[in-house]
């Protein structure tokens, strides 16, 4: 992969934009925060998974006790895949020669090789964070930012219902930020969402918008008549806080942190955590049944229905929106190219996205300190009453 250098044409700024890996601008601009890779879930004391993240391939591991660590995808050795061995206590064993790796990468044991020659071997390792239901990792290098999160006060209710998701498709990470930050693609690309609780939250009319730079990321303001108003907030660079409607009528409505992780140029994984103030035990329950049943859906496990056949799930709240916006972003093409689209003056919000983009990463080019983001104080001032969903 080539070295970003400064852009000289409109065409290689677009660029820039999507490409994640090492030796680009926003491969290096993303390795300054921390991003969700797995759901806690997914990965068992013992256990061990392949990860891919900005184009580089990590094995994530917990070990026995339980805690989560995250090392280089290959063995330094022959270069086999490390998840495929062993974890043992809080270590990893290449299943290839038995190379034995601890949580911070350095080799314990090299058996056919002894200790002098393990103790020169070191393979990279990242800080990792267990929070919400994911497993998030810092991939910088040197020290790590201290881990935060957009509004934790939403994601850390006393006795809160909280759900996390995960959904990999295949195109770019930029599209699917692009669009969290495109208003009107609501009245169009869930257009078949206007049934039940969301009728009374999403109307067809098209909204006039507003966008604006916070400590954060950015505001997105959508009025779509008196009474409907939109805000949403999205945390630089890849998070999007909303508030959607509540599973049933009369239960509370839902703060969603949604992350669009890259793992390389043409695939991403928008991990979701849910988090539903607690009502009574029977709705607590519902609402747990509910996302039990539905929640473990992927759109991109029913590509050929959706593209070819037009068949959608009936589900609206977790299944609908997001097969309407995996047809919308992938129709676009594993990497949109950019260089051919033709934008209107409802794009303000894509706009002042790129910009700021192009500013950070400008900024890191010219040796520069980039804004400090700082997350979100409260969730005081998002509407929960008549927000729309968006994302
Ligand atoms: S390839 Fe891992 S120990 Fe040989
Ligand atoms: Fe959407």
Not at 146 to 165: C, I, Q, Y
Not at 230 to 243: A, K, L, Y
Not at 318 to 339: M, P
Request: hydrophobic share 40%.
């Amino acid at each position: 992969m080539s070295r970003d250098t400064a852009p000289t044409s409109v065409a290689e700024r677009l660029g820039h934009l999507h490409h994640t890996g090492p030796a680009t601008d926003m491969g290096r601009l993303l390795r300054r925060f921390w991003h969700p890779v797995a759901l806690s879930r997914e990965l068992r004391p013992g256990k061990a998974k392949a990860c891919r993240l900005l184009g580089e391939t990590m094995t994530l591991y917990r070990g026995e006790s339980g805690r989560p660590y995250l090392v280089a995808g290959h063995c330094p050795h022959r270069r086999t895949l490390l998840h495929t061995g062993w974890v043992q206590g809080e270590d990893i064993r290449c299943i290839y020669h038995g190379w034995k790796f601890d949580g911070a990468g350095q080799c314990r044991e090299a058996p056919a090789e002894g200790a002098e020659t393990a103790a020169k071997i070191r393979v990279p390792a990242w800080p990792v964070h267990e929070y919400a239901g994911m497993i998030f990792a810092w991939p910088g290098e040197g020290e790590a930012p201290e881990f935060s999160l957009l509004r934790k006060d939403v994601f850390e209710r006393p006795n809160g219902l909280m759900f996390a998701r995960a959904e990999t498709w295949r195109c770019n990470w930029f599209q699917l930020v692009e669009n969290s930050m495109d208003a009107v693609h609501v009245s169009f690309v869930h257009r078949a969402g206007l049934v039940g609780n969301f009728g009374a939250a999403v109307s067809g009319a098209l909204p006039l918008l507003e966008y604006l730079e916070t400590d954060a990321g950015i505001r997105q303001i959508a009025t779509r008549g008196p009474g409907n108003v939109r805000v949403s907030d999205w945390t630089f660079p890849n998070c999007n806080h909303i508030v959607v409607p509540g599973v049933g009528p009369g239960d509370p409505w839902i703060d969603v942190g949604h992350w669009n992780v890259p793992n390389d140029d043409e695939t991403t994984t928008r991990m979701m955590i849910y988090s539903i103030p607690s009502t009574t035990p029977e709705a607590d329950a519902r609402i747990t049944a509910y996302f039990g049943e539905f929640g473990d859906y992927n759109p991109a496990d029913h590509h050929d229905d959706l593209f070819d056949r037009g068949i959608y799930p009936r589900d609206v709240l977790l299944q609908l929106t997001s097969a309407q916006d995996y047809v919308a972003a992938l129709g676009q093409d594993a990497i949109a190219d950019r260089s051919r689209e033709r934008l209107g003056k409802s794009d303000a919000g894509i706009v002042l996205l790129r910009r700021l983009c192009w500013r950070e990463m400008d900024a890191i080019r010219e040796g520069r300190p980039g804004k400090l983001w700082t997350r979100l104080p409260n969730s005081a001032e998002l509407p929960t009453q008549n927000a729309a969903l968006a994302g």
